[in-house]
């Protein structure tokens, strides 16, 4: 499981289609810590580039994207992987934080917050239809 995470052109396959989102970066991309992904999604309709870079990266146990660029002032997201009975448990958690202070905290109640467990939501059915549990 952890391969197939590890392999960036996967997150097109794990990423709703209305975020138009594509990997600009040429790959195949050596997954290791310091490596830098270049992305577009559009977030509402509007097209944007975000850039992450591997922060961490323990192979078939966890890694940590941060972003550089893009819409969030703070992203963090940290992915594990660990056995159990009859396969593996994905774990996901992101620390974000929206720009804007007071601005960003409505934004986040009023669509970001319901945008992000949709995209979360639409990874686990994937993960779901190719791997089954």
Do not use: C
């Amino acid at each position: 499981m952890f391969a197939f995470f590890a392999d960036a052109a996967n997150l097109e396959r794990m990423t709703p289609p209305q975020l138009g989102f594509t990997i600009l970066t040429p790959q195949p991309i050596a997954m290791k810590k310091g490596a830098q992904i270049d992305y577009r999604i559009k977030l509402y309709g509007i097209p944007m580039k975000w850039k992450t870079v591997i922060d961490e990266y323990d192979p078939d146990d966890s890694f940590i994207d941060v972003q550089l660029k893009g819409p969030y002032a703070i992203w963090r997201h940290t992915h594990t992987f660990a056995d159990v009975e009859g396969g593996t448990e994905l774990g996901d958690r992101v620390v974000y934080e929206l720009p804007f202070g007071p601005l960003g905290r409505v934004v986040h109640a009023a669509f970001v917050r319901r945008q992000l467990a949709q995209i979360f939501d639409y990874r686990e059915r994937v993960m779901r239809e190719l791997f089954g549990g």
